[in-house]
């Protein structure tokens, strides 16, 4: 059975390529919620009504693990998913999280992601779970919206979060790397850069596109941790634990729905994904 992969739109294609670079003789469903992209700006409700019914729909396609490839699906959505199905189900913060805990020296680490995921604080309460969930303290910087930033703590952690919306759109609209995206960092990220960490995570599946910028911006010293790699390693983990990869040596089969204009998520995704799209079909996952 193939593996089936969900997203808000294109973004999630990041964290299908990692799997297809890590595990390339998967079969994957790929379904992206064109019609109501973006998740970042919505509540919590919405989030989880959206997220549930894109599971459902990849479920009723007969996969074998579903990812959630959209943070802020999984900052929302994520419990409200496991609880409904009896299939393995990943999502991206846990993997990104792990990582940034092993890495930092400093004990200083930044996270970035859209205004729902930065919102609902869900890597500050996957990183204090791995932490023995110690009492935590937030404190608020800044004084506009551009500029706002929370450090949080947590025992010797310090965590720093900024909402950075801006990304998503230039990074769908190819805008990764111009004096646009260079100056937009900027602003962004002024305050992450005075504090003393040095692990960043990106907490949205457009950063990994904007990596070249971001570094630029933070500095040599800052590790980046993309969160569609590890959890595309997490995945692995979990088919081979489960005895549950595909092991046939035919073409794997690559299939894409969209709840909305095939020809535009083909046109950014290809970029998205550095890969050709075929295969893909518009689908409603209100009709069932
Ligand atoms: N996929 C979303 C995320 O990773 C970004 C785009 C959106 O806001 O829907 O949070």
């Known amino acids: ?11 999630g294609l990041t964290v299908m390529r990692e799997i297809m670079r890590q595990l390339p003789e998967e079969d994957i469903l790929y379904l992206g919620d064109t ?18 019914e894109m599971a459902d729909f990849l479920v009723g396609k007969g996969i074998k693990l579903l990812v959630v490839a959209c943070n802020t699906a999984t900052a929302f959505a994520l419990n409200a998913i496991k609880s409904r199905l009896d299939i393995p189900v990943v999502g991206v913060i846990e993997p ?41 303290t937030i404190k608020e910087h800044g004084t506009i919206r551009y500029d706002r930033y929370f450090e949080v703590c947590l025992d010797d952690l310090i965590i720093f979060t900024k909402a950075c919306p801006l990304f998503v759109p230039l990074a769908e609209e190819g805008w990764a790397s111009n004096d646009v995206a260079v100056l937009t960092a900027r602003h962004y990220l002024e305050g992450l850069k005075k504090e003393p960490i040095d692990t960043l995570v990106l907490g949205c599946t457009h950063y990994p596109l904007l990596k070249d910028v971001i570094s630029e911006v933070m500095g040599d010293g800052i590790v980046l941790i993309d969160s569609a790699r590890e959890t595309a390693g997490d995945i692995k983990e979990t088919l081979v634990r489960l005895g549950i990869r595909r092991l046939t040596a035919s073409a ?37």
């Open 35 to 52: 019609a109501r992209v973006p998740y970042g700006i919505r509540s919590a409700g919405t989030i989880i009504k959206y997220s549930l």
């Open 1 to 11: 059975m193939p593996i089936g992969v969900f997203d808000s739109g294109v973004g």
């Open 96 to 136: 990104g999280v792990k990582k940034a805990i092993t890495t930092t020296r400093s004990k200083r680490v930044g996270i970035i992601g859209t205004e729902g995921t930065i919102r609902s604080n869900s890597y500050v309460h996957a990183i204090n779970a791995l932490y023995g969930n110690k009492p935590v």
């Open 252 to 288: 794997p089969r690559r299939m894409f729905y969209v709840t909305d204009a095939p020809e535009r998520f083909i046109k950014v995704g290809e970029r998205f994904l550095e890969q050709d799209i075929e295969h893909i079909e518009k689908i409603d996952v209100t009709d069932r």
